[in-house]
């Protein structure tokens, strides 16, 4: 039988647009009045820039999670970067439709067009962090409650096969902020990220 991958050795950058922090209510009592639509604009005028995160990764091979620390960086539209400062000097930076990664002095640059699941897990970065409802109701059902100081936003992939692997995408915030995001996937393995305020 050949075996398993370590899960921990795939590239984390497809998991790195996933952001979150904080602690998380599971059931916050639900705001008359704010539906998605006021959650779209909540996030779409959030000043965003700089954060730090703490990625951790809970994989079922592995007796302990793996935890990742760095730098998080959204320039609207469409620059999104990280900058893991442990366990190692590594960056994942996107512009436009390209993802450069950066490892060990070596640059490897991608198409978001030749890689469309990475593409949609970018993508609903980009559509939440910009309050599009249109563009993440194209490729997710979006389940969302609580109030503006504390609310949830479930992401259920409207089409399974372009990423196999991702059950959905849970994300907690407080106004604008997106504090906590996980990713659950089909195996049982998740990440985690949290983050920091944003600061110029």
């Known amino acids: 039988m050949p075996s398993r991958r370590p899960r921990h050795c795939q590239?984390?950058?497809?998991?790195?647009w996933i952001l979150a922090c904080c602690f998380w209510n599971p059931s916050p009592a639900f705001c008359a009045g704010f539906d998605l639509d006021a959650l779209m604009r909540l996030l779409a005028d959030h000043p965003h820039g700089r954060v730090s995160f703490v990625e951790t990764r809970h994989l079922a091979l592995l007796d302990r999670p793996i935890e990742a620390r760095g730098e998080l960086v959204y320039i609207p539209p469409d620059r999104l970067e990280r900058h893991t400062r442990e366990p190692r000097e590594e960056s994942a930076i996107l512009d436009g439709?390209?993802?450069?990664?950066?490892?060990?002095?070596?640059?490897?640059?991608?198409?978001l067009r030749e890689n469309p699941s990475v593409a949609l897990l970018i993508g609903s970065l980009r559509a939440v962090l910009g309050g599009?409802?249109?563009?993440?109701?194209?490729?997710?059902?979006?389940?969302?409650?609580?109030t503006p100081d504390a609310w949830i936003l479930d992401l259920l992939p409207r089409e399974p096969e372009l990423t196999?692997?991702?059950r959905r995408i849970h994300l907690v915030g407080r106004g604008g902020q997106v504090?906590?995001?996980?990713?659950?996937?089909?195996?049982?393995?998740?990440?985690?990220?949290?983050i920091g305020d944003a600061r110029s």
């Open 11 to 16: 590239p984390s950058f497809l998991l790195v």
């Open 179 to 194: 504090e906590r995001v996980e990713m659950i996937e089909t195996d049982g393995d998740r990440s985690v990220i949290e």
């Open 164 to 166: 196999p692997a991702l």
């Open 132 to 146: 599009d409802r249109a563009r993440l109701e194209r490729d997710f059902t979006i389940n969302h409650a609580g």
């Open 97 to 111: 439709d390209t993802l450069t990664l950066v490892r060990d002095g070596r640059r490897r640059a991608m198409s």
